[in-house]
């Protein structure tokens, strides 16, 4: 589970390392029109998605309350989908916008975890 995850320094410090390698060696595989935007790791600085993932890594420490990182995301919601909506339609373009993307970032995350870094994922 994530808490043993969590309560573990060497599992957490492992799982950092290699995020950051996936991230930045671009291992990313995502499908569809975002395969291309997430081919480059630079223009991942640009996105949301990607923004919100950085938060949650910078809050990755050992011992860290999952609650923290609950918040971590609920406050990224708040700033990029609920305030910028002006309506109830901005509001649903705006978080299923989101949820797709997110999804898809998180799948090719997890897929690259899994297929090059398996220890520390699996």
């Known amino acids: 589970t994530m808490r043993k995850v969590l309560n573990s ?3 957490v410090t492992v799982l950092q390392s290699d995020l ?4 930045s060696q671009g ?5 569809g029109n975002l ?13 949301i998605e ?8 910078a809050l990755l420490a050992p011992y860290t309350d999952i609650r923290v990182l ?5 406050s990224n919601l708040q700033a990029f989908v609920i305030q910028p909506s002006r309506s109830k339609e901005e509001f649903k373009n705006l978080a299923s916008d989101f949820q797709l993307r997110w999804s898809f970032l998180l ?3 997890g897929k690259a975890m899994t297929l090059n870094y398996a220890d520390s994922f699996g």
């Open 9 to 11: 320094n060497s599992k």
């Open 20 to 23: 950051h390698v996936v991230i």
């Open 27 to 31: 291992f990313l595989d995502v499908p």
């Open 35 to 47: 395969l291309q935007k997430f081919r480059d790791p630079e223009e991942l600085q640009n996105d």
């Open 50 to 57: 990607f923004k919100c993932l950085n938060d949650l890594m």
């Open 70 to 74: 609950l918040n971590c995301v609920s």
């Open 107 to 109: 799948n090719a995350v």
